[in-house]
């Protein structure tokens, strides 16, 4: 018998579509689908397409694009549980509205324009980008589940989707090797895995000659290990967070698909796959938040495929991972999330391990160190949302989806971040163009870093942390800050050969501190050092950052011409300043601040976060920014605050700390 060409029941199995367990999960997708059968699809216009070139708006086009994906996929799921005549036309209408638009490359990355100057898709000449990848991997999937649906209720169907799979991804992934995801002229990054876990995903469905399948599959098989050859030894991912989804879980579901070919990973991919999927839940402070950097969201806004996660786990035996992954089995989403596409939807339903899994709590580690990236995170109480988490960012700042943002400090309260990185805006024409370090929430005075001498972080892979260092305060040290005994946890070597992960929880009841030096990160004339050093004392739950910096003699005897005095304040461009990016409703006080944010949807907490400092060092004002953003909004609501304590003198040298720690009573429920 001739095996499956993709790892999941098609519509012929009535025992796996009729049962019970599947039944249940899509009730409310097959309420959705029914309702929504016989009005009109999502319309891609070619008014919506060129509004990129024209206005740089990409939203309104991709949405249209979004909604007839989710359409159809709750169609093709829909005509599995029952594939009556009605569920299948519907299937059908939205297999040939994709077959049929002019392209299937999102308008942001089509080379249309810049290659012939057009404000239309060019169909001689398809590009294959991450929304080429996302149809043909719908058609292949719809292909293989639906098949003999498709043959007796709409002969025909079949053919199309394999001439335009051909034309649009199979043929211009060979063709072309050119393609710059892969690597060429440029670094690796989550569109490769992306795009050829798709294109696997099509060419198993989809390719009917044998040579060319397994060629393409051997194809395939070497990006995807040049993409786990790219991460560095400890599975840190500079984009963060969210882009570890759209990355290295796409990587993860790409192997397994090469696992169902008979291509497995080698030892050294298996190790940096043991190293990268401890990185999700190390980045968790508790609830649906989690340490954010770059173009990352610090919320969820989707369920996200844990049974992925699950499965490698226990394959590599992280119990760690496994039971964070578990930790979303008793939520909505656990065994279906009816926003995720067809492929990641039918291969939560059909993992039977996973809908046998029961719900497990997260770990919440303590302490956790990834020296490649130079991220660092701590919490009071491990295993716990209670207390404080604290993470501190070193790197560069040219990474992948970079902002500007080394030495950067995150702060939660009880699971909520309340000193907050403001994450991924709305992408537009000018989010990767040469205007992205105009955008407030990229720049570095947007960030929770100071402004030294009026002069910001620059971009750049050169303008780097040095001296990054994670310490542990010995027993009987004194304040974490200034800790007498330390044991390393961690430090920054190159991604080529960076330490594993580090995970120290035998250390968390004592003090945590992180050191780095932002000197580099300055375009700052005779700036040598900034060190920034962030201590969590868990006993006392108080985190606390302090700046020391020194200057050249030549620069500060400058810097002493421009300082302020009473009669003869500096320039306000010139100012050295420190600023904080608070969430929810913020009050400010002489020489402090109280932050409290009550998400929506959350209990309100009795305990907001109070933020002091020396108030004769700096002036401090607040700057409320509303958003106008819809997933900035969606994240943080209608405005984050900006905290901006101006230093009253420029010294040669000095130190400025600010130190962080609930107030009140009743922290929230663990997370």
């Given at each position: 018998m001739t095996a499956a060409p993709l790892p999941a029941p098609d519509v012929t199995d009535r025992s796996f579509w009729a049962s019970g367990p599947v039944t249940g999960a899509l009730a409310p997708t097959l309420a959705a689908a029914d309702a929504e059968r016989g009005t009109p699809w999502p319309q891609t216009l070619a008014s919506q397409y060129a509004r990129f070139f024209r206005d740089g708006d990409r939203t309104v086009h991709e949405g249209h694009v979004a909604a007839r994906h989710a359409r159809l996929t709750r169609a093709t799921l829909a005509a599995l549980l029952d594939p009556r005549p009605d569920r299948v036309d519907e299937v059908v209408d939205g297999v040939l509205l994709l077959c049929e638009q002019s392209t299937w490359c999102w308008a942001a990355h089509d080379d249309t324009f810049d290659r012939f100057g057009r404000v239309t898709p060019t169909v001689t000449e398809p590009y294959l980008d991450l929304g080429a990848g996302e149809v043909a991997a719908q058609l292949a999937w719809i292909d293989h589940l639906l098949g003999p649906a498709l043959d007796d209720r709409a002969p025909g169907v079949r053919w199309r989707i394999r001439l335009e799979a051909q034309a649009r991804v199979l043929r211009p992934f060979t063709e072309r090797r050119d393609w710059w995801w892969l690597g060429v002229d440029h670094p690796i990054m989550n569109w490769s895995p992306w795009i050829q876990g798709n294109v696997l995903a099509a060419n198993l469905a989809l390719e009917e000659d044998p040579d060319r399948r397994r060629a393409v599959s051997a194809l395939v098989a070497e990006g995807i290990a040049a993409y786990w050859a790219s991460l560095p030894a400890d599975g840190g991912v500079d984009e963060g967070y969210h882009y570890w989804w759209q990355g290295a879980a796409r990587a993860l579901e790409a192997q397994d698909l090469l696992g169902y070919a008979g291509i497995e990973p080698s030892p050294e991919a298996l190790d940096r796959i043991r190293a990268t999927v401890a990185f999700p839940h190390s980045m968790h402070l508790g609830g649906d938040w989690y340490v954010n950097v770059a173009d990352g969201a610090a919320r969820s806004l989707a369920t996200w495929p844990w049974n992925v996660v699950h499965a490698w786990a226990r394959r590599v035996g992280d119990d760690a991972a496994a039971r964070h992954a578990a930790s979303y089995r008793g939520l909505p989403g656990g065994l279906l999330d009816d926003r995720a596409s067809l492929p990641r939807a039918v291969r939560m339903l059909s993992d039977a391990a996973w809908a046998d899994t029961p719900a497990a709590a997260s770990p919440l580690v303590g302490r956790a160190v990834f020296p490649s990236t130079g991220i660092a995170v701590a919490r009071t109480t491990p295993g716990s949302a209670r207390g404080l988490a604290v993470s501190v960012k070193g790197g560069h700042n040219g990474e992948n989806h970079n902002h500007v943002d080394v030495g950067s400090v995150i702060v939660a309260l009880d699971g909520v971040p309340l000193v907050v990185d403001a994450g991924k805006p709305t992408y537009r024409a000018g989010t990767f163009g040469p205007d992205r370090y105009d955008l407030w929430?990229?720049?570095?005075?947007?960030?929770?870093?100071?402004?030294?001498?009026?002069?910001?972080?620059?971009?750049?892979?050169?303008?780097?942390?040095?001296?990054?260092?994670?310490?542990?305060?010995?027993?009987?040290?004194?304040?974490?800050?200034?800790?007498?005994?330390?044991?390393?946890?961690?430090?920054?070597?190159?991604?080529?050969?960076?330490?594993?992960?580090?995970?120290?929880?035998?250390?968390?009841?004592?003090?945590?501190r992180a050191r780095l030096d932002l000197a580099g990160a300055y375009p700052v004339e005779g700036l040598e050092h900034w060190w920034r050093e962030v201590a969590l004392d868990p006993g006392a739950e108080v985190v606390s950052v302090e700046d020391s910096w020194s200057f050249s003699a030549a620069s500060a005897m400058a810097a002493a011409d421009r300082s302020a005095t009473a009669d003869n304040p500096a320039p306000a461009d010139s100012s050295t300043a420190w600023h904080w990016l608070l969430a929810g409703d913020v009050t400010l006080a002489p020489g402090g601040a109280t932050v409290r944010f009550t998400p929506d949807g959350a209990p309100a907490s009795a305990r907001a976060l109070a933020l002091t400092w020396d108030a004769e060092a700096a002036d401090a004002e607040l700057e409320v920014r509303e958003l106008d953003d819809p997933e900035l909004a969606a994240v943080w609501g209608e405005h984050l605050t900006r905290l901006r304590l101006t230093a009253r003198t420029e010294a040669p040298s000095g130190t400025f700390r600010v130190t962080m720690g609930p107030t009140g009573s009743g922290p929230q429920e663990d997370a």
């Open positions: 929430v990229v720049r570095g005075d947007w960030h929770n870093v100071p402004r030294v001498r009026g002069v910001e972080q620059a971009p750049g892979e050169q303008f780097a942390a040095r001296d990054f260092e994670v310490s542990a305060a010995v027993a009987g040290a004194g304040d974490a800050g200034k800790a007498g005994g330390e044991r390393r946890l961690g430090r920054p070597l190159k991604s080529d050969n960076a330490t594993r992960p580090t995970f120290d929880e035998a250390s968390a009841a004592q003090g945590w």
